[in-house]
């Protein structure tokens, strides 16, 4: 295994972790794990699994450990649903959680792994081109400004020189929405592990009706 993520996984350890490598195995909770790297924590047990499949870039397993370097060595947790929220809600608060730390995981990845610079550009360039710009009724307004505003909680910061930064500024722009959006992600750097907070910045920049504290709170690992 690669130097970086021996170190890193020599960390989590000594915080209190049990970290188990699952080559070619996929996660039973998600189904992921077959294409990409993924990983699931056990709460009870404090195991982190991470799935991956066989011969994946090293970037992507250093991935899913920084993710729970963030979350739990350095208190940020994660966002959790309030007991009663609509079941349809889970996944969208689970996938914005995953944004939020994305904000500050893909950076790091990047500054370890300069070749993970090329995955996350064609990551965003792939996202960018399954999304309909060309519908604009209210709810293909809606997926589109969400797309181009998750891109940028990373972009400004991971990949600020890459042309894939400058196609979301441009249709940000063309939108109206540029302005929303650098505010929504200074917000979220500035909030750094308080992910409430960062939910604000979220919710404003989005105006998500569900996407607020009254669905979710912060749960530390």
């Known amino acids: 295994m690669d130097t970086n993520i021996t170190e890193l996984s020599e960390r989590l350890t000594q915080w209190g972790a049990t970290i188990e490598m699952l080559p070619g195995q996929v996660s039973p909770h998600t189904g992921n794990g077959s294409n990409w790297a993924s990983a699931d924590w056990h709460w009870e047990t404090r195991t982190y699994k991470v799935y991956f499949p066989v011969g994946y870039p090293?970037?992507?397993?250093?991935?899913?450990?920084?993710?729970?370097?963030?979350?739990?060595?350095?208190?940020?947790?994660?966002?959790?649903?309030?007991?009663?929220?609509?079941?349809?809600?889970?996944?969208?608060?689970?996938?914005?959680?995953?944004?939020?730390?994305?904000?500050?995981?893909?950076?790091?990845?990047?500054?370890?792994?300069?070749?993970?610079?090329?995955?996350?550009?064609?990551?965003?360039?792939?996202?960018?081109?399954?999304?309909?710009?060309?519908?604009?009724?209210?709810?293909?307004?809606?997926k589109c400004k969400m797309t181009l505003f998750r891109g940028w909680l990373v972009l400004p910061h991971a990949l600020p020189n890459y042309e894939i930064t400058a196609e979301y500024r441009r249709r940000l722009s063309v939108n109206g929405w540029l302005e929303a959006a650098d505010r929504m992600t200074a917000g979220v750097q500035q909030a750094g592990r308080d992910k409430m907070a960062a939910v604000r910045h979220l919710q404003s920049g989005l105006a998500l009706d569900y996407l607020n504290e009254s669905y979710c709170f912060q749960r530390t690992l």
């Open 58 to 142: 090293f970037h992507g397993i250093y991935h899913e450990l920084l993710h729970l370097v963030w979350a739990g060595i350095e208190g940020a947790g994660c966002l959790e649903v309030m007991p009663g929220v609509d079941s349809r809600v889970v996944a969208n608060i689970a996938e914005f959680n995953n944004d939020l730390d994305h904000a500050i995981v893909i950076p790091r990845e990047i500054a370890i792994y300069p070749d993970a610079a090329g995955f996350w550009q064609a990551d965003l360039d792939r996202t960018l081109r399954e999304t309909n710009f060309d519908d604009r009724s209210h709810l293909g307004t809606l």
